[in-house]
């Protein structure tokens, strides 16, 4: 079993900057496909960011050049640098983890979920 547990989501004003902060147990992030997905009211999960434990950490397209994924396999944590927030990043976001390496961008491939940090970007 995997546990996650999100923190780092708050109000931010457009333009500015949040770090977002995914501590797992129970296994190495090193091991895993770790994901951020995010949820806005009323709309569907979507995916945000990936890092498998080997090769290039990717991209969904509205948070490229703004969002960076990285993970610190001493503090088995994942971690997500969004700068250059907009009011569009508004969401629920998720850290997910998996063992394997397919379809990293659906959320039905994650067999572990965090519950969730809120982060609000107000205009």
């Known amino acids: 079993q995997v546990q996650l547990v999100e923190s780092g989501g708050g109000l931010v004003q457009a333009g500015g900057s949040l770090r977002l902060s995914c501590a797992a147990s129970?296994?190495?992030?090193?091991?895993?496909?770790m994901a951020w997905f995010r949820q806005a009211p009323g709309k569907e999960r979507e995916f945000v960011a990936a890092?498998?434990?080997?090769?290039?950490?990717y991209y969904a397209d509205s948070v490229k050049g703004r969002f960076t994924i990285s993970r610190d396999a001493v503090k088995n944590t994942v971690y997500l640098q969004m700068n250059s927030l907009e009011p569009e990043d508004t969401a629920v976001y998720y850290c997910?983890?998996?063992?394997?390496?397919?379809?990293?961008?659906?959320?039905?491939?994650?067999?572990?979920w965090g519950r969730g940090t809120q982060v609000t970007v107000s205009s």
């Open positions: 129970g296994r190495t992030v090193s091991t895993l496909t």
């Open positions: 997910a983890a998996k063992a394997s390496w397919s379809e990293d961008y659906l959320p039905g491939q994650y067999d572990y």
């Open positions: 890092i498998r434990w080997i090769g290039s950490p």
